[in-house]
């Protein structure tokens, strides 16, 4: 069977980074850390960047489209956040078009004084909420499902700051780690389920939360833990912190895919170091789908650990097959089509001698939509091998998520409608091979086998509400589904 798969720009042929957030309080160069903090989580998030700073009297802002290091290139800037808290956010749009408007953290000014916040994740029941809000006369400055929880927090009467968080977050759905930040406070959720990692860390007298340890790494704070699912961590003046546990507690599911592709390697997420895992997802591999081979290579740069994995299991030698340019941006201009998978080419290239005359086993971690799997299987190809065997670290990706990776449309995921065989022809490998969901779950699980698994599965821990009746306009007949 031949498949038809219009060809797509290089950086939508996998799944996107969703976002990274960073917080610190009490220390008397909170703004610069913070932007370390933010350079170590770029991964995350590459389209904007913001931090937000608290002298302890007012909040103070800079925020713009493009990389931390563009961004915050002028020294001058950090004159301009002053104080001795701060928070920051680096974005990849989920929900909310990319754009200046939409650029994190979000900072309002209300009746109760001053607030930011940073978030990571995706709110399956926002535009509900919306329609809800705006039917009671809620202005949005932004398209982004996170000022919806400062809407809904500035709702509530209560003189209790923590009150009016709890109450808003009881009305959300779906996945979010947020870092608050006022005059006096900063404070740190992350939802019930625990989709997104989380962590906290200290800095002498300073608390700091992350998105993954390697940015208590770089600016050399102490991993103290994970903050936990449903757990809220308040940071006050006294120097200490506060721990509550306010909603109803559930069985937490993780989302499996950071430990595939979204974590750096060196990060400790979920209670695994990343690195280790994705090399054990390569053993698992080897064990499931062995070949006759040469050499063993990598898609790098996310490939690597598991390609290791696979020839340390296998006995295959590993070598560095394919060489990435990391110093491509993210916008260049295309060449004439004489100049062939352009796109693949300028960010990763073959090295023939180690290729030539060889039987080669090529590891990535996904396969979205497989145009670039195919791209790389031809030039490895063209690069003078024999064989190219294609081999996946994670099962296939058949669902989309909507809770904070930007994944395609079903209909756009190539093992939603084609058999692993017809895949394989697409991609004109030798042979394909995935990692099966239970050899997926024995590598990372240490116990927890409740992982959320739905791009593979297509089962959601959290399930979507029914479209319902807009106050203002009728029937509201968008679907969740579609909100991306």
Known sequence: MDIEVEPL??????????????????????????????????????????????????????????????????????????????????RYSTAGASVEKNVQPIMVDYSRGSIAVAHNGNLVNAQLLKAELEAYGSIFQTTMDTEIIIHLIATYKTNSLVDRIVEALKRVQGAYCLVFLTESRMIAVRDPNGFRPLC????????????ESCALDLIEAEFIREIEPGEMVVCTKDGAIKSLFPF???????????????????????????????????????????????????????????????????????????????????????????????????????????????????????IVRGTTSRKIVKMVRNAGALEVHLRISSPPTSFPCYYGIDTPNRKELISSSHTIDEICRYVTADTLGYLSEEGLISSIGQGNTHYCKACFAGKYPVAFPKPVENMQKGLFEEEINDHE
């Open 200 to 211: 906290l860390g200290k800095l002498g007298n300073a608390w700091v939360v992350a998105s």
């Open 9 to 90: 720009p290089m950086k939508l042929s996998r799944p996107q980074e969703e976002c990274g957030v960073f917080g610190i309080y009490n220390h008397s160069e909170a703004s610069n850390l913070t932007y370390l903090g933010l350079y170590a989580l770029q991964h995350r998030g590459q389209e904007s960047c913001g931090i937000v700073s608290s002298d302890g009297e007012s909040l103070f802002a800079h925020k713009r489209m493009g990389l931390v290091a563009d961004v915050f290139s002028n020294p001058d800037v950090f004159k301009k956040l002053p104080g001795k808290a701060a928070i920051g956010h680096v």
């Open 248 to 366: 109803k507690k559930i069985e937490p599911t993780p989302c499996i895919f950071e430990f595939v592709y979204f974590a750096r390697p060196d990060s400790n997420i979920f209670g695994r170091n990343v690195y280790l895992a994705r090399k054990e997802l390569g053993r698992q591999l080897a064990r499931e789908y062995p070949v006759d081979a040469d050499v063993v290579i990598a898609v790098p740069d996310s490939g690597v650990p598991a390609a290791m994995g696979y020839a340390e299991e296998s006995g295959i030698p590993f070598e560095l097959g394919l060489i990435r340019n990391h110093y491509v941006g993210r916008t260049f201009i295309e060449p004439a089509q004489s100049i062939r998978h352009f796109g693949v080419k300028i960010k990763l290239n073959p090295v023939r001698e180690l290729l030539k005359g060889k039987r080669v086993v090529v590891i990535d971690d996904s």
